[in-house]
């Protein structure tokens, strides 16, 4: 007969074992998620630079929302579409967007960033701006990741 002792570190030693295997697939979810967020980014740059209004529509939910600064929200991927395609057309050259951080659950992840925007006005030198966002993603029925919630904010201008 196994004492209490005995049946306590067996519980302690399963329930150990079970937690260890349910962080490490957890791992492994935001390992596959980060590598989709990346190279989503990646397309949503190549797109921005072409002004694909199309394209960024698309990497967008249907019911998606953005959150400009200093700007009222933005409902839907087409409108939100046309609003990078504004941004575009109004000088903003390039949007090369780096993820720092990625958390995981189930078929939604969020994501922190730095965006750097190359932004040129017509007659007038290149200049840079930086900006951090964050993004609620969702998974797809496809297993694609789309954007559903995007909002970011200016950082202050370095010398």
């Not at 967020?37 to 998606?64: P, V």
């Not at 109004?90 to 925007?117: K, M, P």
């Not at 609620?136 to 010398?159: E, F, M, Y």
């Amino acid at each position: 007969m196994l004492s209490t002792r005995a049946v306590v570190l067996f519980g302690l030693i399963a329930i150990s074992s079970t937690a260890c295997a349910g962080s490490k697939a957890n791992d492994e979810g935001i390992r596959d998620a980060r590598a989709a967020i990346e190279a989503a980014n990646a397309k949503f740059s190549e797109a921005f630079a072409r002004g694909d209004a199309k394209a960024l529509s698309a990497m967008y939910t249907s019911d998606a929302i953005a959150f400009p600064p200093d700007s009222e929200m933005i409902r839907g991927n087409g409108a939100i579409g046309e609003f990078w395609k504004a941004q575009r057309d109004g000088g903003v050259q390039s949007a090369a967007l780096t993820t720092i951080d990625v958390g995981r659950s189930g078929d939604v992840a969020h994501e922190v960033g730095n965006v750097s925007l190359t932004i040129q006005s017509a007659g007038k030198e290149p200049t840079t701006a930086m900006a951090k966002y964050v993004v609620v993603w969702k998974r797809q029925v496809d297993g694609s990741w789309k954007l559903h919630r995007d909002i970011w904010n200016s950082l202050p201008a370095t010398k």
